[in-house]
């Protein structure tokens, strides 16, 4: 049993998107690597979810599962009722359109030969739709829409822009096809602080202009919570914890999300960082993953029963979950772990 | 360095009478603290790159002086200017297509008019860095164990032995379980964060008195860089370093650094003691950075205040404030006056006509105080310490 348990889901019928149970393995020589074992999430129409974690978590796989690149290995991702994992072929291609990908590195995503102008037309020549001057037409809103001059950047190639720009490109080719899902790997990571917060205020613009539903994959906890109406925190393949992002920063329940909490540099030197609150070690491999809870290696208060039972997600208070057999419960400083009567399947 | 005006903004000595632009350096070389605690002194450094499309001022015009023990944290977003300074003051820089003006005083000794023999003795041994990239600033064909002793070899004239045993005690210092097999393991064995380990115990194998350290957690992930970033004090504080640690975020030197230097466009257009430098920003440059990183502690989907437009062009930069052209209190004399550093009392070094939560606009020069005809700026804030900052300084 991978179970980290479905407690977090809503009602499948209200759900975009509802991922169950994915789980996406990798050969690899030295054995197999456990990159997600059994995560689920839903989406909401109009909903952004955070995903977030530390490289290696599976938070950029699992995006990439979504949308079968490449298909899970078990598991069902069901969109707008259809699930993905059953089709194959022409249908998938066709239904991809409705989900598109925006990543982390703006310049190496755009092809450096093409012009702005036949980036932004291909999706829509694939798939035939319009006439070339309604596409140009499509084109030019678009541009506008996130914000590049048509009449200067039409004819330009990605190197004549920043990466800021480039950036802006990656998003409207991916919202040409008017998708209904986007999945932003690391959208803003490559990009300096003030260049991200343009094309963070973008994202939330376009997500209200066009109607979109969002998956936000960051490891910066603060981006994540601007965004996000729900934050799941994922370590080493597994979800840690669900909550809205209010709930979870305030009051996060998972010594792991307590930690990523801790560790972030504030620029307040009122703050004195400590050397105590630190997580001590590194991610374990994916290839051998500890027992019974993945996180217990570096947990703080890990017992016995982290090692031998792994702990399935379930509410700790209205919104939260967890999966952790010894939450933490009220302030983020509390250090002492209240056990809460689990193990049962929720 | 020369604009089509003859001074710059980065010369407000040029703009005042010789002397006093004597009598400023001279303040600066011998302030507080006794002259043998001063370790490095650079004064209005320069470095320029000769490219197809004309020179690129990289670092344009930076004087600060550093003491022993003490950090510096350089901020600045990418193209500021903060890893060239950083590279300009050590001389790891291409000798083809590069220009370095000023001085780069070391205990002393002036870099840039040193021998290459002469600065070569001080690398590894008197000044060290580490590097952003522990992926590939490693050597990936060397074992661990080499890349550690090869510099006390080298510098302290240590046997093998001798090197093996202190590369040992290092490894085991800065953290890394294992350190014996370690020793013998090549940089593709290790983590990123491990990788970072070890260069940090290569720079700081032959017990430099200075630490560059050059975004040295910006490749590490969050939890990870919490500890890079602890063991980087840790080591500092034990042997009394003089640390400079360059980075684009803020939040990382705000609980870190003794005092600050904000880069923008190749010059310092702000620096203080860090608690000074947040209590009372001075410069919008500096404001608008701060204000545009997502807080933790804002609700979610509060509308973050990013910054328009994007950084100059370095060959031909904005005649008057190199930030004019994105900040929001800009006015007429902003972009066609370069303002020089100014001192607002505290050590609080700003570069702005205009600053931040002060009522009264800046004077400089004598003459018709066209300042006072416009308003003040328009956040107000609370008591600003300074009234007339007027002294420049370089």
Request: aromatic letters at 4%; one cysteine or more; proline letters at 9%.
């Amino acid at each position: 049993m991978a179970g980290t348990g479905t407690a977090h889901l809503r009602q499948p019928e209200d759900a975009l998107l509802r991922v169950e149970d994915l789980v996406v393995e990798f050969p690899s020589r030295r054995g197999k690597v456990h990159a997600v074992s059994g995560i689920s999430l839903d989406i909401l129409p109009g909903e952004t979810l955070g995903l977030v974690g530390e490289s290696g978590c599976g938070k950029s796989t699992t995006g990439r599962a979504i949308i079968q690149l490449p298909a899970p290995t078990a598991g069902h991702v069901r969109f707008d009722g259809v699930d993905l994992t059953k089709l194959r072929g022409n249908t998938l291609r066709q239904l991809r359109t409705r989900l598109q990908l925006i990543f982390q590195d703006p310049i190496s995503s755009l092809n450096p030969r093409r012009k702005v102008r036949d980036i932004l037309s291909e999706p829509m020549k694939i798939w035939k739709r319009g006439s070339p001057t309604e596409r140009d037409q499509v084109v030019r809103e678009t541009m506008e829409a996130v914000g590049l001059d048509p009449e200067s950047s039409m004819d330009r190639r990605p190197h004549q822009f920043s990466g800021g720009q480039c950036q802006r490109i990656s998003i409207a080719r991916a919202l040409v096809t008017q998708p209904k899902l986007l999945i932003c790997d690391e959208p803003v990571s490559a990009l300096d602080v003030s260049v991200q917060a343009q094309i963070l205020n973008l994202l939330q613009d376009l997500k209200a202009r066009f109607g979109l539903t969002m998956v936000f994959i960051a490891h910066d906890l603060a981006v994540v919570k601007n965004v996000s109406d729900r934050v799941v925190v994922m370590y080493l393949g597994k979800i840690c914890e669900v909550a809205g992002p209010d709930r979870l920063y305030a009051h996060p329940a998972h010594p792991y999300t307590e930690a990523l909490l801790r560790s972030i540099p504030v620029p307040n030197p009122t703050v004195r960082p400590s050397a105590q609150d630190v997580l001590h070690g590194e991610l374990p491999s994916p290839i051998d993953p500890p027992s019974g809870c993945r996180f217990r290696t570096r947990c703080p208060y890990a017992q016995e029963r982290c090692v031998n039972e792994e702990p399935q997600i379930r509410e700790v208070a209205p919104g939260q979950y967890v999966a952790c057999h010894f939450p933490l419960s009220g302030s983020q400083s509390t250090p002492v772990p209240v056990e809460v009567a689990a193990g049962s399947p929720v | 360095m020369s604009t089509p005006q003859g001074t710059d903004g980065s010369h407000p000595g040029g703009n005042s009478s010789s002397a006093e632009k004597a009598a400023a350096v001279s303040r600066t070389a011998t302030a507080t603290l006794p002259p043998n605690r001063r370790l490095l002194e650079v004064v209005d450094l320069q470095t320029q790159f000769r490219t197809a499309r004309g020179m690129v001022r990289a670092v344009d015009g930076v004087s600060f002086s550093l003491d022993r023990g003490r950090t510096l944290g350089i901020v600045g977003e990418s193209g500021s200017g903060k890893t060239v300074l950083a590279r300009s003051i050590m001389g790891l820089l291409p000798k083809r297509n590069v220009v370095r003006h000023g001085k780069v005083l070391y205990e002393g000794l002036d870099m840039l008019s040193a021998s290459a023999d002469q600065v070569r003795d001080l690398w590894g041994a008197e000044m060290a860095m580490v590097f952003q990239d522990p992926m590939t600033s490693l050597n990936p064909v060397l074992r661990i164990g080499n890349q550690i002793t090869e510099g006390m070899r080298f510098h302290l004239k240590m046997d093998r032995k001798t090197a093996g045993a202190t590369a040992l005690a290092l490894l085991k210092e800065v953290g890394i379980p294992e350190p014996a097999r370690r020793l013998r393991q090549y940089p593709h064995e290790l983590s990123g964060g491990m990788r970072q380990r070890i260069m940090i115990a290569v720079a700081l194998a032959c017990g430099p008195k200075l630490l560059f350290a050059d975004e040295p957690t910006t490749a590490l992930d969050v939890t990870v860089q919490a500890q890079i970033l602890n063991l980087l004090q840790r080591e500092q504080r034990d042997r009394d370093m003089a640390m400079i640690l360059v980075t684009h975020d803020l939040g990382v030197v705000a609980g870190r650094a003794d005092e600050i230097a904000v880069m923008y466009a190749g010059q310092l257009v702000e620096k203080a003691p860090t608690a000074t430098l947040f209590a009372n920003v001075r410069m919008p440059y500096t404001e608008a950075l701060l204000k545009s990183i997502p807080a933790l502690d804002a609700p979610s989907h509060s509308r973050l205040q990013a910054i328009p437009g994007r950084p100059p062009d370095l060959v031909n930069p904005p005649p008057g404030c190199r930030f004019a052209p994105r900040c929001t209190y800009a006015r007429d004399r902003c972009h066609e006056e370069p303002p020089p550093l100014l001192e607002g009392g505290q050590d609080h070094f700003y570069r702005c006509w205009y600053p931040v939560g002060l009522s009264a606009p800046v004077k400089l020069r004598s003459g018709p105080d066209r300042a006072s005809a416009v308003d003040g700026p328009t956040t107000p804030e609370p008591p600003a310490p300074p009234s007339e900052p007027t002294k420049g300084v370089e």
